[in-house]
């Protein structure tokens, strides 16, 4: 898996969830079409009239979201910014529906946003055990999640027989393999020792 993959997957998806924050500090999510994936950066656009563009315009951040037919989800979420209208002519030959929805020159009511920093993550449903992949792009940083195991492991294994993956391998100590892990947090609450402790900020 790579980042440009990843981006693919949103581009075929186009109709994803786009989430931003409310000015009163309350999620908001919409279905927006991604319209350019180039170079590692996801392009968007929304009209100047509408909350999205405020909301986008005061946070500079956005999360978005897209599962396709494989059961591929990606999420990315970052840093997003005004780009203009230079891409507005590329966005309607390539996007050929934008035409009924903004004919004419009533297209010149939106704005082209880029989002070209951040962290994003591959999920597949379809593996067994599931797969995923965590990714940065733009500068941005991955920070490490899920949990992992100490050197205080007593080795019993229940954590192994408790996962719903099966993603824990034996050890000195046992090992969670990251790349197959649901972050679902079981095998936290079985373990009698209470040495299995989380890693970096979860995001679901």
């Given at each position: 898996?790579?980042?440009?993959?990843?981006?693919?997957?949103?581009?075929?998806?186009?109709?994803?969830?786009?989430?931003?924050?409310?000015?009163d500090g309350t999620p908001?999510?919409?279905?927006?079409?991604?319209?350019?994936?180039?170079?590692?950066?996801?392009?968007?656009?929304?009209?100047?009239?509408?909350?999205?563009?405020?909301?986008?315009?005061?946070?500079?951040?956005?999360?978005?979201?897209?599962?396709?037919?494989?059961?591929?989800?990606?999420?990315?979420?970052?840093?997003?910014?005004?780009?203009?209208?230079?891409?507005?002519?590329?966005?309607?030959?390539?996007?050929?529906?934008?035409?009924?929805?903004?004919?004419?020159?009533?297209?010149?009511?939106?704005?082209?946003?880029?989002?070209?920093?951040?962290?994003?993550?591959?999920?597949?449903?379809?593996?067994?055990?599931?797969?995923?992949?965590?990714?940065?792009?733009?500068?941005?940083?991955?920070?490490?999640?899920?949990?992992?195991?100490?050197?205080?492991?007593?080795?019993?294994?229940?954590?192994?027989?408790?996962?719903?993956?099966?993603?824990?391998?034996?050890?000195?100590?046992?090992?969670?393999?990251?790349?197959?892990?649901?972050?679902?947090?079981?095998?936290?609450?079985?373990?009698?020792?209470?040495?299995?402790?989380?890693?970096?900020?979860?995001?679901?």
């Amino acid at each position: 898996m790579d980042i440009k993959t990843c981006f693919s997957i949103l581009r075929q998806v186009r109709d994803c969830s786009f989430a931003t924050v409310a000015p009163d500090g309350t999620p908001r999510s919409r279905i927006i079409d991604v319209m350019l994936v180039e170079e590692d950066k996801l392009y968007f656009l929304t009209a100047r009239g509408k909350d999205f563009y405020s909301e986008l315009t005061a946070t500079g951040r956005v999360a978005v979201s897209g599962l396709n037919d494989k059961w591929e989800t990606v999420r990315v979420w970052g840093k997003v910014k005004n780009v203009g209208q230079t891409l507005l002519g590329r966005i309607f030959e390539e996007n050929p529906s934008m035409h009924n929805v903004y004919p004419g020159e009533t297209r010149n009511i939106l704005e082209v946003f880029c989002l070209y920093e951040g962290e994003g993550e591959y999920f597949c449903l379809a593996t067994e055990p599931i797969t995923r992949w965590p990714f940065a792009f733009g500068g941005g940083v991955s920070e490490p999640k899920g949990f992992f195991i100490t050197d205080d492991c007593t080795e019993c294994g229940v954590c192994a027989e408790e996962c719903p993956q099966k993603a824990i391998d034996e050890g000195t100590p046992y090992v969670i393999r990251q790349e197959n892990c649901l972050h679902c947090g079981r095998c936290v609450e079985k373990c009698p020792a209470e040495v299995i402790v989380r890693r970096g900020r979860m995001e679901g």
